[in-house]
């Protein structure tokens, strides 16, 4: 698909429909303004090319990798039973148990390895759906105008502004604890009000764009035009969207069992928490118990965080760190 | 190449012997980009006179914008003068702080941007902004900024009730002329425009430069305009200067660059741009785009373009040749003696 | 004044979708738990106060649009019957009542402490770009972010409470001292808030600083702040005058947003040092299946956070002309 070219940006759009680069005159790093129809395969090259270059991402997805890899097989790197309460309790760390065993007796270490994976779940899965609902929402309320988006706003602005964890706890209450898959549901429902109003201003401001007119005139269906032209473009957006919604899945989750609403059985980072507490980790000097699981969501959450972060600076360059040969600051010494 | 602030001394001697309100030598603004450092403007040198009014165009990433903001010391990271000097009233500007420069800032030097709706602060009164560049020049008594604030806006024929209001309350014609009333505040001696009629209609932008040529008779202040609209400005400019590419491609008296252009550049512009009045003539453009500066062609920066080119273009760079009063960036007229500055 | 009677029309339509939320989630949900529980209990509540949780959870035979109502009679007349469980037959009301200064005295003030220290970083983080604070800020700050507001209240329990024996960390006061407004008490008092307060301040900040911070980079890219510049305005002007007051605003609906968040960590805090709070309460209330103290907390939640949000929609359109305007 050729390069259409983009209407506007900082040139003014009189002038002689040249693009106008971004960043300085007449070339140097060219990146087309945003919303321009770029492939979507034109996009994913310049955003691996983008994360590499930037610490931030290539840190937070290296963690992310290293996560998944100890979700996909806990048992390579685990060698005992998470939930067996065979060992001795209580016990400090040794080369037998690298982090000691908790009040039950069971391996600290492994259950930390074994944890991985709900907490891993529940992140992509909350991710992934909450962005698509958002998605699916956002951009319809945008492109359908009118009625259809003051009701699709109006039940999303409400929901937003619902504090989403009292409600989690009342419904997770109600229902008594819940399994992996409930709490992803549960609390995808009550995240993708955020980022759908995100996409549904993006989604608006694409929309009156040359080249979604130009499709328009080429005789392109709605639908087309939503799957083909906007929702590329949006990439970027999008991929925010996932990874804020993962991040929150993850602490809002790690809460939820904290309390002891989610199902204590399950081997969680969460649970393992909730257990702790429950057993006086601290006072009874079992402080691994309750440290190490902590620091496995900080990290799983910093590797979002960092993601999102960098993914922020890249779509934005006047966010990234300054750089210059002389360290100026912006304005007046 | 000079650095920064290294010429300044032969520059401030000739401008103070000659009169000039600014003298600019030689400058060079570059980009620093992740990519490589882009060039924006390269060695451009001239002389302005008080209460002159000289008009700069040329197409969008040429240059000329960011021309203004070196000049007016108004640049930012990753742009950065890079060479040359630029004098004025005497007193070379490059390198000061900002602290150094506020003494001469709007009350010698003022500027006027493209768009006043985003130059002016959306959530302060247009008093308030007379206000506080008033107060940060010293004048003190309410009174007096109460006066001279109402004095300039009814210099540009808005009602001073109009104070009052903030600026997206006004249309955008008054938005601009706000901003002009803004920049004579303090009576300066140079005033820098950056396509301050980029944004109004046809109508309006006329008028604006009617009252802007006006204004500059009564007061008496030098202008420096920056544009694309070649014709817009010639009607009123004393001299105009064409920058292509960071360079500048012609330079002298306006009626004679406007009725006998001699580069190449220049030419296909007017022809783009026929008269309305005139014979019947088919529409030509310039063909090509212009070139990307990270990475300039060798030689003559609009040889790629060129209907005129010759084998000598591609290899070196022209100087400025003088041609009856004129200065033209083109081998075509080497023979009429280098400019030098 | 229209924007804000605007925002007003949508606060009271979210209320009304609370309280329905209220209403419809105890039916729907599978095997009608509440029911159970409240067959339970019944014995321990009064006449009065069974009616209104007869009205709320669907017991007795009224049908289900006459409950929806009475219901809602009971709510606009702040009606919402008796403890179950926590404090069989004790109003619901006052309970709450008992719990809700401590809430505002931590979390309120902690809040906009936080918020504002935090705005002020950002804005002098962004001011000062390029220098030291710059570089370091982002990646301390985003991990700061990430940081699980249960996990560090426990962390510092162990580290001051446990570990040093420097500040107590449990319940919000002294139990063995008898409240009064004496300074022995309200001494008493302010030291068992340091460390939830602290803990909330520095899980919170950290969102803060990082949204002002972005902000501010944009605004300072701004003409006008150019324009600020071009006048010869000293530096301190133009950062506060030109770039804070234009970048602040977004904050100010960020802020907004956010209080949900801040609003669920407070919970989980309270919980961890047993701080007998609002949020501590609605947790014992889950504990002990008290559902008429549970739904009244969380009406009360939403509600706060409401006028929350509607207060810094109230500065905003104090702060920015551009929403008062006939726009």
């Given at each position: 698909?050729?390069?259409?070219?983009?209407?506007?940006?900082?040139?003014?759009?009189?002038?002689?429909?040249?693009?106008?680069?971004?960043?300085?005159?007449?070339?140097?790093?060219?990146?087309?303004?945003?919303?321009?129809?770029?492939?979507?395969?034109?996009?994913?090259?310049?955003?691996?090319?983008?994360?590499?270059?930037?610490?931030?991402?290539?840190?937070?997805?290296?963690?992310?990798?290293?996560?998944?890899?100890?979700?996909?097989?806990?048992?390579?790197?685990?060698?005992?039973?998470?939930?067996?309460?065979?060992?001795?309790?209580?016990?400090?760390?040794?080369?037998?148990?690298?982090?000691?065993?908790?009040?039950?007796?069971?391996?600290?270490?492994?259950?930390?390895?074994?944890?991985?994976?709900?907490?891993?779940?529940?992140?992509?899965?909350?991710?992934?759906?909450?962005?698509?609902?958002?998605?699916?929402?956002?951009?319809?309320?945008?492109?359908?105008?009118?009625?259809?988006?003051?009701?699709?706003?109006?039940?999303?602005?409400?929901?937003?502004?619902?504090?989403?964890?009292?409600?989690?706890?009342?419904?997770?209450?109600?229902?008594?604890?819940?399994?992996?898959?409930?709490?992803?549901?549960?609390?995808?429902?009550?995240?993708?009000?955020?980022?759908?109003?995100?996409?549904?201003?993006?989604?608006?401001?694409?929309?009156?764009?040359?080249?979604?007119?130009?499709?328009?005139?080429?005789?392109?269906?709605?639908?087309?035009?939503?799957?083909?032209?906007?929702?590329?473009?949006?990439?970027?957006?999008?991929?925010?969207?996932?990874?804020?919604?993962?991040?929150?899945?993850?602490?809002?989750?790690?809460?939820?069992?904290?309390?002891?609403?989610?199902?204590?059985?399950?081997?969680?980072?969460?649970?393992?928490?909730?257990?702790?507490?429950?057993?006086?980790?601290?006072?009874?000097?079992?402080?691994?118990?309750?440290?190490?699981?902590?620091?496995?969501?900080?990290?799983?959450?910093?590797?979002?965080?960092?993601?999102?972060?960098?993914?922020?600076?890249?779509?934005?360059?006047?966010?990234?760190?300054?750089?210059?040969?002389?360290?100026?600051?912006?304005?007046?010494? | 190449?000079?650095?920064?602030?290294?010429?300044?001394?032969?520059?401030?001697?000739?401008?103070?012997?000659?009169?000039?309100?600014?003298?600019?030598?030689?400058?060079?603004?570059?980009?620093?980009?992740?990519?490589?450092?882009?060039?924006?403007?390269?060695?451009?040198?001239?002389?302005?006179?008080?209460?002159?009014?000289?008009?700069?165009?040329?197409?969008?990433?040429?240059?000329?914008?960011?021309?203004?903001?070196?000049?007016?010391?108004?640049?930012?990271?990753?742009?950065?003068?890079?060479?040359?000097?630029?004098?004025?009233?005497?007193?070379?500007?490059?390198?000061?702080?900002?602290?150094?420069?506020?003494?001469?800032?709007?009350?010698?030097?003022?500027?006027?941007?493209?768009?006043?709706?985003?130059?002016?602060?959306?959530?302060?009164?247009?008093?308030?902004?007379?206000?506080?560049?008033?107060?940060?020049?010293?004048?003190?008594?309410?009174?007096?900024?109460?006066?001279?604030?109402?004095?300039?806006?009814?210099?540009?024929?808005?009602?001073?009730?109009?104070?009052?209001?903030?600026?997206?309350?006004?249309?955008?014609?008054?938005?601009?002329?706000?901003?002009?009333?803004?920049?004579?505040?303090?009576?300066?001696?140079?005033?820098?425009?950056?396509?301050?009629?980029?944004?109004?209609?046809?109508?309006?932008?006329?008028?604006?430069?009617?009252?802007?040529?006006?204004?500059q008779e009564q007061l008496g202040f030098a202008v420096i305009f920056v544009t694309h609209d070649m014709s817009l400005v010639s009607h009123f400019s004393d001299r105009l200067m064409v920058m292509y590419a960071g360079r500048v491609d012609e330079f002298g008296p306006t009626r004679q660059v406007?009725?006998?252009?001699?580069?190449?550049?220049?030419?296909?512009?007017?022809?783009?741009?026929?008269?309305?009045?005139?014979?019947?003539?088919?529409?030509?453009?310039?063909?090509?785009?212009?070139?990307?500066?990270?990475?300039?062609?060798?030689?003559?920066?609009?040889?790629?373009?060129?209907?005129?080119?010759?084998?000598?273009?591609?290899?070196?760079?022209?100087?400025?040749?003088?041609?009856?009063?004129?200065?033209?960036?083109?081998?075509?007229?080497?023979?009429?003696?280098?400019?030098?500055? | 004044?229209?924007?804000?009677?605007?925002?007003?029309?949508?606060?009271?339509?979210?209320?009304?979708?609370?309280?329905?939320?209220?209403?419809?989630?105890?039916?729907?949900?599978?095997?009608?738990?509440?029911?159970?529980?409240?067959?339970?209990?019944?014995?321990?509540?009064?006449?009065?106060?069974?009616?209104?949780?007869?009205?709320?959870?669907?017991?007795?035979?009224?049908?289900?649009?006459?409950?929806?109502?009475?219901?809602?009679?009971?709510?606009?007349?702040?009606?919402?019957?008796?403890?179950?469980?926590?404090?069989?037959?004790?109003?619901?009301?006052?309970?709450?009542?008992?719990?809700?200064?401590?809430?505002?005295?931590?979390?309120?003030?902690?809040?906009?402490?936080?918020?504002?220290?935090?705005?002020?970083?950002?804005?002098?983080?962004?001011?000062?770009?390029?220098?030291?604070?710059?570089?370091?800020?982002?990646?301390?700050?985003?991990?700061?972010?990430?940081?699980?507001?249960?996990?560090?209240?426990?962390?510092?329990?162990?580290?001051?409470?446990?570990?040093?024996?420097?500040?107590?960390?449990?319940?919000?006061?002294?139990?063995?001292?008898?409240?009064?407004?004496?300074?022995?008490?309200?001494?008493?008092?302010?030291?068992?808030?340091?460390?939830?307060?602290?803990?909330?301040?520095?899980?919170?900040?950290?969102?803060?600083?990082?949204?002002?911070?972005?902000?501010?980079?944009?605004?300072?890219?701004?003409?006008?702040?150019?324009?600020?510049?071009?006048?010869?305005?000293?530096?301190?002007?133009?950062?506060?005058?030109?770039?804070?007051?234009?970048?602040?605003?977004?904050?100010?609906?960020?802020?907004?947003?956010?209080?949900?968040?801040?609003?669920?960590?407070?919970?989980?805090i309270e919980l961890v040092f047993n701080y007998e709070g609002v949020g501590w309460l609605l947790l014992q209330a889950v504990n002990n299946d008290d559902y008429p103290l549970e739904q009244a907390l969380f009406l009360l939640i939403t509600a706060a956070v409401l006028v929350a949000i509607l207060?810094?929609?109230?500065?905003?359109?104090?702060?920015?002309?551009?929403?008062?305007?006939?726009?």
């Amino acid at each position: 698909m050729a390069t259409l070219r983009a209407p506007g940006g900082p040139g003014g759009a009189g002038e002689s429909g040249q693009v106008t680069p971004v960043g300085g005159p007449g070339g140097g790093l060219y990146l087309p303004p945003p919303g321009a129809g770029v492939s979507g395969a034109r996009s994913v090259r310049r955003m691996t090319r983008a994360i590499r270059s930037n610490g931030k991402a290539s840190v937070g997805t290296g963690m992310l990798a290293l996560f998944c890899l100890v979700a996909l097989f806990p048992g390579v790197i685990a060698h005992d039973n998470p939930s067996a309460e065979i060992y001795g309790r209580a016990l400090g760390p040794s080369a037998q148990h690298l982090l000691g065993t908790t009040a039950f007796g069971q391996d600290i270490f492994a259950q930390v390895i074994y944890g991985t994976r709900p907490v891993l779940l529940i992140a992509l899965g909350v991710g992934l759906s909450a962005t698509v609902i958002a998605m699916l929402i956002g951009v319809a309320a945008a492109y359908l105008g009118g009625a259809w988006d003051g009701v699709l706003s109006l039940i999303t602005d409400v929901l937003l502004v619902i504090p989403a964890f009292p409600l989690l706890i009342v419904i997770a209450s109600y229902l008594h604890g819940a399994s992996t898959a409930v709490l992803i549901a549960v609390v995808t429902a009550v995240s993708w009000s955020y980022t759908a109003r995100q996409l549904r201003a993006q989604a608006l401001s694409l929309r009156n764009r040359d080249f979604l007119e130009a499709a328009r005139v080429r005789g392109e269906r709605s639908l087309y035009i939503i799957l083909v032209e906007i929702i590329p473009t949006m990439t970027s957006l999008l991929m925010a969207s996932f990874l804020t919604n993962a991040l929150y899945a993850v602490l809002f989750s790690s809460g939820l069992q904290f309390i002891g609403l989610g199902n204590p059985n399950t081997v969680s980072w969460g649970t393992m928490l909730y257990w702790a507490e429950n057993n006086e980790a601290f006072q009874t000097g079992q402080a691994l118990w309750i440290i190490v699981p902590g620091l496995c969501i900080v990290a799983l959450g910093a590797a979002f965080a960092l993601l999102n972060y960098a993914f922020d600076e890249i779509g934005n360059p006047a966010l990234r760190p300054v750089k210059s040969m002389r360290r100026k600051r912006v304005l007046p010494r | 190449m000079s650095s920064p602030g290294d010429e300044p001394g032969g520059a401030v001697t000739a401008a103070r012997t000659a009169g000039a309100v600014l003298t600019v030598r030689d400058l060079s603004v570059e980009y620093l980009m992740e990519g490589g450092t882009v060039r924006a403007v390269d060695g451009v040198s001239f002389d302005l006179s008080p209460g002159e009014f000289l008009g700069v165009v040329g197409e969008s990433g040429c240059g000329k914008s960011t021309l203004l903001f070196a000049i007016a010391q108004l640049l930012v990271p990753p742009a950065e003068i890079t060479g040359g000097s630029v004098v004025f009233r005497g007193e070379s500007m490059v390198g000061l702080t900002d602290r150094q420069l506020a003494a001469i800032r709007w009350k010698d030097l003022s500027v006027v941007m493209q768009s006043a709706m985003n130059a002016l602060n959306p959530v302060k009164t247009i008093a308030a902004q007379f206000k506080d560049a008033m107060r940060a020049h010293g004048v003190a008594s309410k009174q007096e900024i109460a006066d001279r604030s109402a004095e300039v806006l009814r210099m540009v024929g808005i009602d001073p009730v109009h104070l009052k209001s903030y600026p997206h309350q006004l249309s955008g014609g008054m938005r601009q002329r706000s901003m002009i009333a803004m920049a004579l505040l303090l009576t300066p001696e140079l005033v820098i425009m950056d396509e301050p009629t980029s944004a109004l209609d046809v109508v309006a932008q006329r008028s604006l430069m009617v009252q802007i040529k006006e204004l500059q008779e009564q007061l008496g202040f030098a202008v420096i305009f920056v544009t694309h609209d070649m014709s817009l400005v010639s009607h009123f400019s004393d001299r105009l200067m064409v920058m292509y590419a960071g360079r500048v491609d012609e330079f002298g008296p306006t009626r004679q660059v406007f009725d006998s252009p001699q580069h190449p550049y220049t030419i296909g512009l007017m022809e783009a741009f026929p008269s309305i009045r005139g014979p019947r003539v088919p529409l030509t453009g310039i063909p090509g785009s212009p070139p990307n500066l990270a990475s300039p062609p060798p030689g003559c920066r609009f040889a790629p373009r060129c209907p005129k080119v010759m084998t000598r273009c591609r290899e070196e760079t022209p100087e400025l040749y003088h041609v009856n009063g004129t200065l033209v960036r083109c081998f075509l007229h080497a023979d009429g003696g280098v400019d030098h500055d | 004044m229209r924007f804000v009677l605007r925002r007003l029309g949508f606060f009271v339509l979210t209320l009304w979708a609370a309280l329905t939320l209220n209403f419809a989630l105890p039916r729907l949900m599978p095997g009608s738990p509440a029911l159970a529980i409240i067959a339970n209990h019944r014995g321990a509540l009064s006449p009065s106060a069974l009616k209104v949780v007869e009205a709320q959870f669907g017991i007795g035979h009224q049908n289900i649009v006459l409950q929806y109502f009475s219901y809602l009679g009971n709510v606009a007349r702040l009606r919402f019957g008796e403890s179950l469980t926590t404090q069989p037959g004790v109003s619901v009301g006052h309970i709450v009542l008992d719990a809700i200064p401590w809430t505002l005295g931590l979390v309120g003030l902690t809040t906009v402490l936080a918020f504002i220290l935090g705005t002020l970083i950002g804005i002098v983080g962004a001011w000062r770009r390029g220098g030291w604070l710059d570089s370091i800020m982002p990646p301390i700050f985003v991990i700061m972010t990430v940081i699980p507001y249960f996990w560090i209240g426990l962390i510092l329990i162990l580290v001051f409470g446990v570990k040093l024996h420097w500040l107590p960390y449990f319940f919000t006061y002294d139990i063995t001292l008898t409240p009064g407004f004496n300074l022995a008490f309200i001494g008493n008092v302010l030291e068992h808030a340091i460390l939830p307060a602290f803990t909330l301040l520095i899980t919170t900040i950290g969102t803060w600083i990082l949204t002002m911070r972005n902000t501010m980079i944009t605004t300072l890219a701004e003409d006008y702040v150019r324009m600020a510049r071009a006048k010869g305005l000293p530096g301190r002007r133009i950062m506060l005058d030109y770039a804070a007051r234009n970048a602040i605003l977004p904050n100010l609906t960020g802020f907004a947003m956010s209080l949900g968040f801040v609003v669920g960590g407070a919970i989980l805090i309270e919980l961890v040092f047993n701080y007998e709070g609002v949020g501590w309460l609605l947790l014992q209330a889950v504990n002990n299946d008290d559902y008429p103290l549970e739904q009244a907390l969380f009406l009360l939640i939403t509600a706060a956070v409401l006028v929350a949000i509607l207060l810094s929609d109230v500065a905003t359109a104090i702060l920015d002309p551009r929403t008062r305007g006939a726009r």
